[in-house]
T-cell receptor
Framework: KQEVTQIPAALSVPEGENLVLNCSFT??????LQWFRQDPGKGLTSLLL?????REQTSGRLNASLDKSSGRSTLYIAASQPGDSATYLC????????????FGQGTRLTINP | DTGVSQDPRHKITKRGQNVTFRCDPI?????LYWYRQTLGQGPEFLTY????????KSRLLSDRFSAERPKGSFSTLEIQRTEQGDSAMYLC??????????????FGPGTRLTVL
């Protein structure tokens, strides 16, 4: 059974710092891995999607990497801003079956002005 | 393309009442997923449809839960005899899938259910 773990559960940093969020998964048979952002009480916003054949994806200040063999992904946020404060969720899409996403518990990020 | 929409956005009900939620997927998407998210946790899969066929249901989906997708368009999720443990955010997602391609899932804003 696929399990996804995100560390740390919560992170608080001063504005302007670069930071890394971690995601690990137990089964490397994945179709892709996706990072989402969730603001309190809201739905999910997709940030980056990495196909299993890719090593990284970039969008603006965000960079996500994927090491499928070791079951790890990182989300790097450069020059953090207070508007980046949110919960960040990692999800893997299994190759087999329904491609239902398996999520981690998320990292709650707070950027202090 | 207006994205995935869900209605209502918030629902407060008393224990024992029935509730129904609606999800309208992106129009050309043939797959529709329901997930449930409790406070402080990541979303968990409940069920999914390909066109009008419900192809898989999670063990989380007890007999009090039923989902439909008539004509392969919008979907409804009904919870009968609600319990306080049903309080959660219910998320809907849609995607396009063919034999050669599976696109990313796009999520709606969710329906937040509170059972008193």
């Amino acid at each position: 059974k696929q399990e996804v773990t995100q560390i740390p559960a919560a992170l608080s940093v001063p504005e302007g710092e670069n930071l890394v969020l971690n995601c690990s998964f137990t089964d490397s048979a994945i179709y892709n891995l996706q990072w989402f952002r969730q603001d309190p009480g809201k739905g999910l916003t997709s940030l980056l999607l990495i196909q299993s054949s890719q090593r990284e994806q970039t969008s603006g200040r965000l960079n996500a990497s994927l090491d499928k063999s070791s079951g790890r992904s990182t989300l790097y946020i450069a020059a953090s801003q207070p508007g980046d404060s949110a919960t960040y969720l990692c999800a893997v899409c299994p190759i087999q079956g329904a491609q239902k996403l398996v999520f981690g518990q998320g990292t709650r990020l707070t950027i202090n002005p | 393309d207006t994205g995935v929409s869900q209605d209502p956005r918030h629902k407060i009900t008393k224990r024992g009442q029935n509730v129904t939620f609606r999800c309208d997927p992106i129009s050309e998407h043939n797959r529709l997923y329901w997930y449930r998210q409790t406070l402080g946790q990541g979303p968990e899969f409940l069920t999914y449809f390909q066109n009008e066929a419900q192809l898989e249901k999670s063990r989380l989906l007890s007999d009090r839960f039923s989902a439909e997708r008539p004509k392969g368009s919008f979907s409804t999720l009904e919870i009968q005899r609600t319990e306080q443990g049903d309080s959660a955010m219910y998320l809907c997602a849609s995607s396009f899938h063919s034999g050669r391609r599976t696109d990313t899932q796009y999520f709606g804003p969710g329906t937040r259910l509170t059972v008193l």
